[in-house]
């Protein structure tokens, strides 16, 4: 069931990246690090640990792309919550890792994630060389100017254009600032396993869309008692979401049917593909 | 000769990172990219290729290598020049990224600039897998937090201790800092060889250490005009330096000895470590 086995892929990564992160220099950027890297719902590491289950891959196999993809995350977080960027004062209900420590702390450990991720797909443990490698070169794209750098820089476009994102706009802007890592996640297992990942890539495209939708809906109507963040940012900013495009009901039948479509896409796989259908079910109906 | 391979290095490798960046989104990011890749000596960039040519590797197999550590060594400016960092507004004569965009554009420049280092180190070009791989983790291991930016973080807490460092802890300091890159520049030819690193990783220390000497001279009496850089930062600051530590003659010396013991180390490879050798002499010579 999904809730045990998102508890299960918390609980690995979570060790797994402390582990990453033991035996280092004693230096707050190594402390930050290890604050950064902890907590979080873990959804991309469950993404990975589900779509290696697929394949026949088990989590001791698969748990390093796992945590390489969460101290990506983390590291986007980090920057992101910086007084130049978003300049986010709280994330998941503690204080960000720049009003912790300090920004030039906060630079240096999220530019440290960045490169552990890479470490982690180094990790032999993953398998072949061949397999290891092309983890490498799709983390590197899902992240960088063509990826997740490229829709954050269109974020901050948006915040001075003149005229409101359309939907296309806003659609483009998601698929790289929260889409290309969802999509490294639901595509690693068939990496990993030398498969095609094309059934996949059609999940993440739908799942991480909706993911994004059901952000912006919790933005206009979260607790944030719940999601451990400062809410209604994006309305205050005047910025357009999905949700002020579409209106709260279009929104959530958007997501909806995002959903439907993220799980007709995993026919291919059967009963096997449950869990990442109930990981799917999961996006639209959290509260945080 | 060194200055024409030296030459030949620098041309190379620019035109492997523009063709890297060319049809990439049309977007500020992408830009200060562009601009922050350009230039500077490329030292890292002749050591990969002359470390490959050590063992028979040409530069149209090992030129991605070289541009990866560039982007790599790019994306470090960019964020050490950052007003939380070092605070420096030029950079080779030219406005810091910081300046000529903004800071937001300038972190998401400078984490692209990482992502691309290792997108850079996938190049089929460069090999069987398991090579391309092996320069992965060296590059994350020169990188991270028991690297380059272990090597940063101890320059900060460097800044507010009431002692002023040891020789040691500066020692210590620059290994990571720049030692560290240059010692994966170094030994990148014989990691695409699959060949024994330990005489060019020799090398590199005194190099490395000799290149931060050389740095500590010039900011005392280099020429603004041929560094295209403030000088004077450290004593201005009250940092204990090479110089500030053994005076001037003294850290002349040392440099010296540092650039023999380089040298020495490239007997291994006779006659065909001879612009290696060079490059060690360069670094003590230079003027910027």
């Known amino acids: ?67 390489a993809v969460e101290a990506l995350h983390a590291y986007s977080l980090v920057h992101d919550d910086l007084p130049s960027m978003d300049d986010d004062d709280l994330r998941r209900g503690q204080p960000t890792v720049h009003v912790k420590w300090d920004e030039a702390t906060a630079i240096l450990a999220g530019d440290a994630l960045q ?49 409101p994102l359309t939907i296309d706009e806003i659609t483009r802007l998601q698929a790289g600032k929260t889409g290309a890592l969802i999509r490294f996640a639901a595509t690693s297992g068939a990496a990993l396993a030398g498969q095609d990942p094309a059934p996949l890539a059609a999940y993440a495209r739908a799942l991480g869309l909706a993911f994004q939708i059901a952000d912006d ?23 357009a979401t999905f949700v002020s495009l579409l209106g709260l009901d279009g929104a959530r039948a958007r997501a909806r049917d995002l959903v439907a479509e993220a799980v007709a896409a995993l026919a291919p796989y059967g009963a096997a593909g449950r869990n990442l259908a109930e990981a799917a079910e999961f996006v639209i109906a959290r509260e945080s």
């Open 217 to 239: 809906i919790l933005d206009v109507e979260g607790d944030p008692e719940k999601t451990g963040k400062r809410l209604g940012k994006d309305a205050g900013a005047g910025k």
């Open 1 to 67: 069931m999904f809730p045990e086995r998102l508890r299960a892929a918390q609980l690995a990564v979570e060790a797994r990246l402390q582990l990453a992160l033991a035996n280092r220099a004693e230096v707050p950027v190594v402390a930050a690090m290890r604050y950064a890297a902890r907590g979080g719902k873990r959804i991309r590491a469950f993404l990975v640990l589900e779509s290696a289950a697929l394949f026949g891959i088990g989590e001791d196999q698969a748990i390093s792309a796992a945590a």
């Open 115 to 163: 490169t552990l991720a890479f470490e982690l797909c180094c990790d032999p443990a993953l398998g072949p060389a061949e397999r290891r490698i092309t983890l490498v070169a799709e983390l590197a794209r899902a992240s960088g100017a063509d990826g997740m750098v490229l829709g954050q820089a269109l974020d901050i476009a948006a915040e001075t254009s003149p005229e």
